[in-house]
């Protein structure tokens, strides 16, 4: 009885040692992604390559428009009619296929141009959370976290001291 006693005194008093210890940061990492430089060249050129996307469907439709009127025409025998039939056909099939790779080729550059600024950025988290003497820094975006105190976020200071030492690369 008396050892079961000391062991829970001694589990006890080594739990509250190791609770008080704990200090817990929070980072919004689509904030940085947003906010710092290097995240914001990114985001521009994506929305770059999206528009320039958008224009090259766009003239796609278009000629697709322009077909599909030429056939509501009278004018037309029989074998042109066929021929603008199988054009319009092969036109819309392009255009389709010409959107969902479009669309893969969109999230590949995204991912892969994200995945190395998130690379990138993983030392500056690991710096501050050392300096700021944190145990564990969650990212709000991925955790699932309904409520922190303000003070345990270091998204802004991340994304400062990340754009110092990216600005210094360049």
Do not use: C, W
């Not at 999206?50 to 796609?60: A, D």
């Not at 892969?112 to 710096?127: A, C, F, N, Y």
């Amino acid at each position: 009885m008396k050892k079961k006693l000391i062991l829970t005194i001694i589990l006890l008093s080594f739990s509250l040692l190791v609770f008080s210890e704990v200090k817990i940061g929070v980072i919004n990492a689509q904030k940085v992604i947003q906010q710092t430089t290097k995240g914001k060249e990114i985001t521009a050129r994506l929305e770059k390559l999206g528009q320039k996307k958008q224009k090259e469907v766009e003239n796609m439709r278009e000629q697709i428009k322009k077909l599909e009127k030429e056939l509501t025409s009278p004018a037309l025998n029989n074998q042109t009619r066929d021929k603008k039939n199988m054009d319009l056909q092969q036109k819309r099939t392009h255009l389709k296929r010409f959107v969902e790779d479009a669309q893969r080729e969109m999230q590949q550059k995204s991912a892969k141009e994200l995945s190395g600024l998130r690379q990138e950025i993983m030392p500056v988290i690991e710096k501050i959370g050392k300096e700021k003497g944190f145990t564990l820094i969650l990212d709000l975006t991925t955790s699932g976290i309904a409520y922190f105190d303000n003070t345990i976020d270091v998204t802004n200071e991340v994304i400062a001291a990340y754009d110092k030492r990216y600005s210094q690369k360049k």
